[in-house]
């Protein structure tokens, strides 16, 4: 029950909010060329799952906007963080982004006729040439993005969740109404699974090397690398 005037005032926002995101899903719809996009709301007015449920869709674009924008936005300070602190592993991710983006990209425009070779061209913007099969070629940005999110976790700590029944995790017996909450940065830095887990190493998501195991030289705990549990 919504009694209070601020609790109306919240409970109006929020519909006026779904009422808003509806709008854009329903305009996604009438668009003719709605498949080019491949964006998150495409994906998602695509997927089986999804696809006829208006409100399951309206709230994968709530949580992806509200909970995914900040994640996304700290994750990406950290590593511009790091990156700073460590300016040869930014020289390799610049280094392999023109490896695999920006020369076939040249390569291809020399081929088609737009440039001739060995035009020099000062103006190409790499957000443009960016799309979501060829980001995937950049596996050493990935590894350190990766490694952003381990060392600094975006969240902490993840949401309250109450044990309805008696369970057991390894030797702890977790009783019912016990309120559990998983420390995600634990996870992350646990020295039994990372090697100097306070060192900033990407290559340790290479599987080539050495860092890739755990310091017993096993393959780690598929739940050492849990940044969001899976969200």
Known sequence: ??????????????????KTIQQVVDERRRDPNAKERGDFLQIILED????????????????????????????????????????????QIRKEIDEQIVQPYLKAQVAAGTLAPGQVVSDIELLD?????????LTFFQQCYNEALRIQPPVNLSSLVKVMQECKCD???????????????????DPAEWFCPDSFMPERFDPKSPYYLTPAGKPRNPFSFSPYLGG
């Open 171 to 189: 030797t702890v017996t977790i009783r019912p109404d016990t309120i559990v909450s998983i420390n995600m940065h634990r996870l992350c830095n």
């Open 129 to 137: 040439l960016l799309t979501f099969d060829n980001s995937g070629e």
């Open 48 to 91: 089986e799952t999804t696809k006829d449920n208006n409100e399951l869709i309206v709230d994968e674009c709530l949580t992806f906007n509200f909970a995914g924008g900040t994640t996304s936005s700290v994750a990406g300070q950290n590593l511009i963080y790091l990156l700073c602190k460590h300016p040869h592993y930014f020289d």
């Open 1 to 18: 029950m919504y009694i209070l005037p601020y609790e109306r005032e919240i409970l109006a926002n929020c519909l006026e909010v779904r």
